[in-house]
């Protein structure tokens, strides 16, 4: 696997992708092109002058060299969409480090300085929603009572301090001065058909760097979650 970590080295990338590409192997019992014009022309030359081949034979070994021709035109052109496909997706990958990125998850890594960005999808109108903020140690840090939320996205940042939902910010702080730089979880719960649910979250975070996998698939490494592939991305922010 490549691993991408400056997004302006794309030089740098293509290299490395060069490097980690495996060269097919040929395997012995191939059939090309050569071998198979080559045995073709040996078997004409020692065919029986008083039993010669068949017009319709002779035509169908043509058709069958036509294919093989044709096989390796196109295998050739696969190898070289493919390396090309690979490059873009290298020069792709590049840009994503250092961008900030929302996936599923409960935890988030608050920079010096920065902003926890999140959102949850409520199902239906429910009464009761909460959000509480944990430190890694499993502390809570705060219970924020957000009261009956419509259905729809809900939508929240935080500072260490301060708590804004859906664009507006709230009454309320964690602390009177804003809590450390660290790992922190987030849990939403809200009354759902009458019971008591927690709600998935997707929560912000910077990629750190950009793994290219051999399938061609890419897989972001993010501060504070760790490897996620990049399908799991809900938001590029």
Do not use: C
């Not at 002779?58 to 044709?70: H, R």
């Not at 010096?112 to 929603?129: F, L």
């Amino acid at each position: 696997m490549t691993q991408v970590n400056d997004a302006n080295s794309a030089a740098n990338i293509l290299s490395h992708l060069s490097i980690d590409k495996k060269q097919p192997e040929t395997k012995s019992n191939e059939l090309g092109q050569s071998a198979f014009l080559e045995l073709m022309i040996t078997q004409l030359n020692n065919q029986d002058p008083l039993s010669p081949q068949e017009n319709s034979d002779f035509i169908a070994q043509l058709a069958q060299f036509s294919s093989v021709e044709g096989l390796e035109r196109l295998n050739s052109q696969f190898e070289d969409f493919s390396g090309s496909f690979m490059s873009n997706q290298a020069l792709q990958a590049s840009s994503l480090v250092g961008r900030s990125v929302s996936v599923p998850t409960d935890k988030a890594l608050l920079l010096p300085e920065g902003i926890v960005a999140g959102s949850v999808e409520i199902p239906e109108s429910s009464a009761n929603v909460s959000l509480s903020i944990y430190h890694s140690d499993g502390s809570l840090v705060g219970q924020i009572p957000l009261g009956t939320q419509p259905d729809g996205e809900l939508v929240f940042r935080w500072d260490g301090m301060y708590m804004e939902i859906n664009g507006e910010l709230l009454d309320w702080q964690a602390a009177d001065e804003p809590l450390p730089p660290g790992h922190y979880s987030f849990e939403v719960n809200a009354l759902v058909d009458g019971e008591a649910e927690q709600l998935e979250t997707a929560l912000s975070a910077n990629v750190n760097s950009v793994t290219l996998n051999p399938d061609g698939g890419i897989t972001l490494n993010l501060a504070g979650v760790g490897a996620v592939d990049i399908s799991e991305v809900t938001q590029f922010n």
